[in-house]
């Protein structure tokens, strides 16, 4: 699978995931017991996708369990316990879509993931509870899109040339109408979206989101929270979907 790290080193992104505290006895695959990832890839539409590439990823980006989904658009991956950097999945990478990822993933035992993707890619995610203040849970997340990166590719004279452009803005703009966030299943509501600048280098800048939500109204008690987002672009209709797991602070 040609992941996103092709497009992120050629638009000089730096890999900021910051997963927190690995849950008590929790932490890098030690290969003395395994864990099984299964689900099932569809579009937005609903309807499976067969053929899709899935890669679970260690901390230095290297797939050490791989699958394609069947038919139904069913998949299985197999790997030592532990916590992994990332799952990814896609198809048609750069023609049709861009990836799907899973960030932070708890692999200790079976963990069901549903990977949907579109023209949109969730990247980075991050998440934090801000101590005082608001009882609310801080997101932050890269998003790219295929059709604003294929321009920026095409302003830069190639991908060669992207290194010279002193900013990168490959993220679709975003309203708290566009961005649909799930805690723990539940639906909660966007409360601030601050589009923010990030440095891709020394000299130059591309785009995040910070976004705030509050708590879900039912506190699972379970050792990690499970926050699931849904970007849509209202101007070119690009979806895009991702995920990220981090340990349940011990305060509520």
Not at 64 to 72: E, F, L, Q
Request: aromatic fraction near 10%; charge should be negative; include cysteine.
């Amino acid at each position: 699978m040609r992941r996103s790290v092709l497009l992120a080193a050629a638009l000089c992104l730096a890999v900021l995931l910051d997963a927190g505290p690995a849950a008590p006895g929790h932490g890098i695959p030690n290969g003395e017991a395994k864990a099984r990832i299964f689900g099932r890839v569809t579009g937005f539409d609903g309807n499976p996708i067969a053929g899709a590439n899935i890669e679970l990823m260690d901390a230095g980006f290297e797939a050490v369990a791989t699958a394609v989904s069947g038919p139904d658009g069913r998949y299985s991956v197999t790997a030592d316990q532990g916590l992994y950097i990332a799952l990814a999945a896609v198809k048609d990478y750069r023609e049709k879509s861009l990836e799907y990822w899973a960030w932070n993933v708890p692999a200790f035992g079976d963990l069901e993931i549903n990977p949907r993707f579109d023209r949109l890619e969730v990247y980075a995610v991050n998440a934090w509870r801000p101590q005082g203040g608001y009882a609310s849970y801080e997101i932050y997340f890269r998003p790219m899109s295929l059709g604003k990166a294929g321009a920026v590719i095409q302003k830069a004279g190639g991908t060669e040339g992207l290194a010279k452009l002193p900013e990168i803005d490959i993220a679709p703009e975003l309203g708290a109408a566009d961005i649909r966030v799930t805690i723990d299943g539940e639906q909660v509501p966007v409360l601030v979206v601050n589009r923010v600048k990030e440095a891709s280098g020394p000299a130059q800048q591309m785009f995040g989101y910070l976004i705030q939500t509050p708590l879900p109204k039912a506190q699972s008690s379970g050792p990690w929270v499970v926050i699931d987002l849904v970007i849509s672009d209202p101007r070119s209709g690009e979806k895009g979907a991702g995920r990220f797991y981090f340990h349940r602070p011990e305060w509520r």
